[in-house]
Structures are given as C-alpha cells and as structure tokens.
C-alpha cells in the first residue's frame, strides 16, 4: 500500500509540475536585439536624405503625402491656373486640356507643352553631347495641382515622355503624421 501512495504522489508532483513549467523564468538574451536596433539607427542616420526641396511654384496647391523622400533639383513643370516650366509660363490649364495633338498617330500631345518641353530636351541634349534620339536623363518633376483631372496629368506626361524625358515624377507636399 505504501508504494501505491507514493505512486500517486510522484504523479501528482509531476502534473504540477508540468502545470506550473510555463512560469519558469526563460533567459532572454538582449545582445543580438541592441545590435540590431544600433546598426539599424546607425545606417538610418547615414543615409538620410540631405537634398533642397523644390520651390513649389506659385498657384499650385499640391497634394499631401505622408512617405517618400524630398524633392532634390530638377526640371519643374507646374500645373496650377497656368502650366509652367521652369518657373516660366507656357498656357492657361484649360488651353492645354482642350488642344488638339498635331502629331499623327499621338492624340494626347499638347502641341505648345511638346514645343517646350522638346526645345529643353534639346538644349540639355546639346549640353551632355546626347544624340537628338536619346532620351534625356534629367528629371521633369511634375507639380500638379491636387484639383487636376487625371486625363490631363495622362496628356502631359505622354507629351514629356514623347519630347525625350525618360525620369518624370510627381511630387507632393510632404506632412508630418502628427501621432
């Protein structure tokens, strides 16, 4: 009889046992943790962006995001009231979204945007020593403003790509998350 109770002593101590192994004290080993985040914080900080913002050209209310990197230098095109390049103004927004293409087999051209647009694609070509067929390798940063129907934005940057610029991009306004 007695090596029956302390049979079922020792099964009794051995559920407990399983039942409380859950609340040992694990060991956690930190190191490789700190590591990571340090090498993390460390390459964060050196490959900040340090570019200048664009100057946002005046009467184009651009739209907001919250990620992406800032805007270095580039070949602006403004699409506000007025489109402009280079801070220069071209047409009235609505002139270029009624025109016409000219180009056969091209109907989303704007012809005086193309005229623009090439002649600067030229004069950078001329600079580089580019043949007149090669794509142009300088950015045309499109702004436009945030209440811009997209078929005209589809018409501009076909005519950009069609007068010889291969890196167009659009930019935003950039805001903090606040939270």
Known sequence: MARQISRARMARETRRGAQ?????LAELNLVPLVDTLVSIVFFALVTATVGELAP??????LPEARVGTNALQQLTLGIGRQVTLANQPLMNTVDAAQSQSNVPGQPLIIPPLYSALKGKADSIRTVTQATPDQPVDVPLAIQGDRTMRYDLLSRVMQTARLAGFKNISLQVHRVSDGG
Do not use: E, I
């Open 20 to 24: 409380f192994a859950k609340f040992k």
């Open 56 to 61: 946002v050209v005046a009467g184009v209310n």
